[in-house]
């Protein structure tokens, strides 16, 4: 079974700096797609970021972008120029694209970062 | 934009009553998870349909059961209800095989007391 792993519970980051959040998980396929979802204070989850394992080239929106390392199994997010609406729980999440259909999220224990004025 | 609408957004009910919520997920989305987030934790998957078919089953209790019908639109029913499923409880649609993960909806806050 694939796992998902966040090793920091808690970050925090000033206003228009850099952060980035670590993401490691452990699979033995060769092909699936990785994720970044947002969850604010509303508790609503809101997808960052994807990558897809097949693509060599890291995903980038906006402000929002990744290191994806496959042979290291490594997915870190980097918030550029982080603002006070970045504050949220963070999840990395894994999803297998093995079977045909779709297939469930499998998600880390999240990183929560505080963004300070 | 349509969204994965959960219905009700809060519900409380008192230990060994039966709770049912309701989600409907983007219309031509053809499949619909659930998850369960306990406070401080990550979502749990509990289970999945595929065109109205279970698909994939997740730590679901056996006193939970769902179902999807003929408009697409998912029920989960939770019978005996204890103390530690108070939680919020997502629903997501996906259509296909996107590389672009689920929608979720905006969940429904269970209190058990």
């Known amino acids: 079974a694939q796992t998902v792993t966040q090793s920091q519970p808690e970050m925090s980051v000033q206003e228009a700096e850099t952060v980035t959040l670590s993401c490691t998980y452990d699979?033995?396929?060769?092909?699936?797609?990785l994720f970044w979802y947002k969850q604010p204070p509303s508790r609503q989850m809101i997808l960052v970021i994807r990558?897809?394992?097949?693509?060599?080239q890291n995903a980038t929106e906006n402000r929002f972008s990744v290191n994806f390392q496959k042979a290291a199994k490594s997915f870190s997010l980097k918030i550029s120029d982080s603002q006070l609406g970045d504050a949220a729980m963070y999840f990395c999440?894994?999803?297998?694209?093995?079977?045909?259909?779709?297939?469930?999220?499998?998600f880390g224990k999240g990183t929560r970062l505080s963004v300070i004025a | 934009a349509a969204g994965v609408i959960q219905s009700p957004r809060h519900l409380i009910k008192e230990k060994r009553e039966t709770a049912t919520l309701k989600c409907y997920p983007i219309?031509?989305?053809?499949?619909v998870y659930w998850y369960q987030q306990g406070p401080g934790q990550d979502p749990q998957f509990l289970i999945s349909?595929?065109?109205?078919?279970?698909?994939d089953k997740g730590s679901i209790p056996d006193r939970f059961s769902a179902q999807q019908f003929s408009d697409y639109h998912s029920e989960l029913n939770m019978s005996s209800l204890e103390l530690g499923d108070s939680a919020l409880y997502f629903c997501?649609?996906?259509?296909?095989?996107?590389?672009?993960?689920?929608?979720f909806g905006s969940g429904t806050r269970l209190t058990v007391v």
């Open positions: 997501a649609s996906s259509y296909g095989q996107p590389p672009y993960g689920y929608t």
């Open positions: 699979t033995s396929e060769s092909d699936y797609y």
């Open positions: 990558q897809e394992a097949y693509k060599q």
């Open positions: 999440a894994y999803r297998t694209s093995q079977r045909s259909g779709n297939t469930p999220l499998v």
């Open positions: 219309p031509r989305h053809d499949t």
């Open positions: 349909f595929y065109e109205k078919m279970q698909s």
